[in-house]
């Protein structure tokens, strides 16, 4: 559904008017950045419920503000400066700390043109920001709900929670 959903707003950009230098690239970079998104909060909220919710939206909204996405980054307060990709001069490119950073640097390629690697290098950055949520989803879910179970039973049994 991420990716359909990522389809169905890309046509609407390109019907709506969005000038873009390659139409399959774009729409394909909005579905993956759409399946990333969705794996990081589907992780989250299926492994941590609640917690993960809104672990999920905070991490969302630092990211739109965190990463120039509203703003050019020294637009913004210094806070949002401080969590922009913390890593220096070249590295920036390959590790940022935020995946909305390399998702937007790489639908930039796609709409204004393409510099060097630089699509090849986003798109790879924002592929790494898969394998924690896929980590968490695949790999521990089952530990983590045991223990919230084991957590949830515990703190019953002393009847501070109602």
């Known amino acids: 559904l991420a990716v359909l959903q990522g389809l169905v707003i890309g046509v609407g950009d ?10 399959p690239l774009f729409l394909l970079t909005i579905m993956l950045t759409s399946l990333v998104f969705m794996l990081i909060v589907y992780s989250l909220t299926i492994s941590f419920g609640k917690v993960g919710e809104a672990t999920a939206v905070v991490i969302m909204v630092l990211q739109v503000a965190g ?3 509203t ?11 401080i969590i922009n ?14 995946p909305f950073y390399p998702a937007m640097n790489a639908l ?5 043109g393409f510099y060097g690697n630089n699509y090849i290098m986003y798109i790879g950055a924002l592929l790494l920001h898969t394998i924690i949520p896929l980590l968490i989803g695949l790999v521990f879910r089952r530990p983590i ?13 002393t009847d501070l929670i109602v």
């Open 67 to 69: 990463s120039g996405g």
């Open 14 to 23: 390109i019907i709506m008017g969005v000038q873009v230098v390659n139409y």
């Open 145 to 157: 709900i045991r223990f919230k179970q084991e957590l949830s039973e515990k703190l019953e049994e």
């Open 85 to 98: 990709p913390l890593l220096p001069g070249f590295f920036q490119k390959l590790q940022p700390i935020m």
């Open 108 to 112: 930039r390629e796609t709409i204004g």
């Open 71 to 81: 703003f050019p980054i020294q637009l913004t307060p210094k806070f949002f400066q």
